[in-house]
Structure formats: C-alpha cells, structure tokens
C-alpha cells in the first residue's frame, strides 16, 4: 500500500470529534504547523514517498 492510501486511511478512521475529516488547513492548525496543509496535501497526491518520523 502506497503512503498516500495509507493517510487516506488514516484520515478516514480517525475523524474529527464531529464524524467529519480533517482537512489540510486543521492539521495545519492542530500540530501547529508541523505538518503543514501543503504537507498534506503532498501526502494525498503521493508527492511525498517516505515522509518522516517527526510528522
């Protein structure tokens, strides 16, 4: 399974509190920018292959 099907998994299991999904700029603002939404949004398009420990 490729990283970017691994987050869509992930983000589809583990949702907001309110049963909807995390978006790109709520990550950003939940880990305090360490995972940025055009981190994210890199992670959804597979731009990103071996994304580091840290994020």
């Given at each position: 399974?490729h990283v970017?099907q691994k987050?869509?998994?992930?983000?589809d299991t583990?949702?907001?509190p309110d049963?909807?999904r995390?978006?790109?700029?709520?990550?950003d603002?939940a880990?305090?920018g360490?995972?940025s939404?055009s981190?994210?949004?890199n992670?959804r398009?597979?731009?990103?292959?071996?994304?580091?420990?840290?994020?």
């Amino acid at each position: 399974m490729h990283v970017a099907q691994k987050f869509e998994h992930l983000l589809d299991t583990h949702r907001r509190p309110d049963g909807s999904r995390w978006t790109g700029q709520q990550l950003d603002e939940a880990t305090g920018g360490v995972v940025s939404r055009s981190y994210v949004t890199n992670l959804r398009k597979g731009r990103i292959e071996n994304p580091g420990y840290e994020k």
